[in-house]
């Protein structure tokens, strides 16, 4: 009997550090990433990341796009669209194409626009 091996995948490549999970290092990631836990080290992005409301990031962010609704202390890099809803508290600077800052949000540091 010969076995087939199918994948099934929804076409959506997605991580995740969930509630809870708290990760001393750096992450590289070639998919869309979304972090609610608590992370001390860099991350590196080829697709979006996502910080959840409760998510607790020290250290650089370097992503094409970024959704930020937790709290950030570093750097980042975006190569698109940062996002700062309206729970972020942030702190660093940003170097991002285009800024997007929600009301409410608290952003201390410095922004510079890349091309």
Known sequence: MK????????GIAHNALAVGTYVKGNISAEEDFRIDGKLE???????????????E??????????????????NITIYETASLKST?????????KYIEIEAGA????????IS
């Open 3 to 10: 076995w087939n091996k199918e994948t099934v995948s929804s």
């Open 41 to 55: 080290g860099d991350i590196e992005c080829t697709g979006k990341i996502i910080v959840g409301p409760q998510a």
């Open 57 to 74: 990031i020290t250290g650089n962010i370097q992503c094409q796009n970024t959704d930020l609704m937790g709290l950030i202390v570093g």
């Open 88 to 96: 972020a508290r942030f702190t660093g600077e940003i170097a991002a």
């Open 106 to 113: 608290v952003f201390n540091g410095t922004c510079r626009m």
